[in-house]
């Protein structure tokens, strides 16, 4: 990795779970102490690498629907370290004109988003913040003011296997009802997150192990039920087929099916004229 790219102030003391993550997805922006703790991941729960690459498909079937819908606006929470199939990378590719800001906490991620974008050459569609994503109305103000977003029209709000880093004494439910507000009607939120709600034998017991181990990173797990994911869509409409495995939602024809139930996703949208403000809606 080039030093000139490097940002100034790196924690390299604990394994990162941008960079594991962008390690199980075949990046390069990980170190030793990354890939270390990867590989010890994978002695606990073989198919680790299998679940980070459906939980990245599910990313891209649910944008590609999002800009089926007509949205072509999307802010990216905990958008991680840039790899294959990035948010505006399968919007581009459906619709010239989509718009994309990324938001996350980790340097790495930061500069290496703000690289890949540099090399895009478009600043007027997309952007990078360095942001906590708690924040809500900070990381909101930011990203208007980046000119990218249009806060009058539908938005896409992606938060892709991030919240089950986050316990609820952090305040991140608040900080997801609060965007959920801000958004317009017609506008969409994208979730993906771990979960122990019907997940059995094997499966449950390597889950819970990897829980157990990421008490060695940056960022420790939390694994929610699924009454607990669904209170994150407010009263956003979910669509089918609801929260359910990410393997499972809307799967490409003829795509191989992925036999793991501990990481689920879904698709909600912000019905015209309601306030946010009643509760979880059931999927």
Same mark, same amino acid.
């Given at each position: 990795? /080039?030093?000139?790219?490097?940002?100034?102030?790196?924690?390299?003391?604990?394994?990162?779970?941008?960079?594991?993550?962008?390690?199980?997805?075949?990046?390069?922006?990980?170190?030793?102490?990354?890939?270390?703790?990867?590989?010890?991941?994978?002695?606990?729960?073989?198919?680790?690498?299998?679940?980070?690459?459906?939980?990245?498909?599910?990313?891209?079937?649910? =944008?590609?629907?999002?800009?089926?819908?007509?949205?072509?606006?999307?802010?990216?929470?905990?958008?991680?370290?840039?790899?294959?199939?990035?948010?505006?990378? =399968?919007?581009?590719?459906?619709?010239?004109?989509?718009?994309?800001?990324?938001?996350d906490n980790e340097p790495v991620a930061v500069a290496h988003?703000?690289?890949?974008?540099?090399?895009?050459?478009?600043? +007027?569609?997309?952007? =990078?913040?360095?942001?906590?994503?708690?924040?809500?109305?900070?990381?909101? +103000?930011?990203?208007?003011?980046?000119?990218v977003l249009d806060p009058d029209r539908p938005i896409c709000?992606?938060?892709?296997?991030?919240?089950?880093?986050? @316990?609820?004494?952090?305040?991140?439910?608040?900080?997801?009802?609060?965007?959920?507000?801000?958004?317009?009607?017609?506008?969409?939120?994208?979730?993906?997150?771990? @979960? +122990?709600?019907?997940?059995?034998?094997?499966?449950?017991?390597?889950?819970?192990?990897?829980?157990?181990?990421?008490?060695?990173?940056?960022?420790?797990?939390?694994?929610?039920?699924?009454?607990?994911?669904?209170?994150?869509?407010?009263?956003? /409409?979910?669509?089918?087929?609801?929260?359910?495995?990410?393997?499972?939602?809307?799967?490409?024809?003829?795509?191989?099916?992925?036999?793991?139930?501990?990481?689920?996703?879904? =698709?909600?949208?912000?019905?015209?004229?309601?306030?946010?403000?009643?509760?979880?809606?059931?999927?």
């Amino acid at each position: 990795m /080039d030093p000139d790219f490097l940002p100034d102030v790196i924690d390299l003391d604990r394994p990162n779970i941008a960079r594991i993550y962008d390690w199980a997805l075949g990046g390069t922006a990980n170190w030793a102490i990354d890939r270390q703790y990867g590989e010890q991941a994978l002695k606990v729960f073989p198919l680790a690498k299998t679940l980070a690459r459906a939980n990245r498909e599910f990313l891209g079937r649910a =944008v590609r629907h999002c800009l089926a819908e007509g949205i072509t606006q999307f802010l990216d929470l905990g958008s991680g370290i840039p790899t294959a199939g990035n948010v505006h990378e =399968v919007a581009d590719d459906y619709a010239d004109d989509s718009r994309c800001v990324y938001v996350d906490n980790e340097p790495v991620a930061v500069a290496h988003g703000r690289m890949l974008l540099d090399e895009s050459g478009d600043p +007027e569609r997309h952007a =990078v913040l360095h942001a906590d994503l708690r924040d809500a109305g900070e990381v909101w +103000e930011a990203a208007l003011a980046t000119g990218v977003l249009d806060p009058d029209r539908p938005i896409c709000l992606l938060t892709v296997a991030v919240l089950h880093f986050l @316990t609820d004494v952090t305040g991140v439910r608040e900080a997801i009802r609060d965007y959920r507000t801000l958004l317009a009607p017609g506008s969409a939120y994208v979730l993906s997150h771990a @979960t +122990e709600s019907g997940v059995e034998g094997e499966e449950l017991e390597q889950i819970r192990k990897l829980v157990k181990l990421s008490e060695r990173s940056s960022s420790p797990a939390v694994s929610r039920s699924l009454d607990e994911i669904a209170a994150f869509f407010g009263t956003f /409409d979910v669509i089918e087929p609801g929260i359910v495995p990410v393997g499972e939602w809307r799967p490409e024809p003829g795509a191989a099916t992925v036999p793991l139930a501990s990481v689920v996703g879904g =698709v909600g949208r912000k019905p015209g004229g309601r306030n946010d403000d009643a509760g979880p809606r059931s999927p």
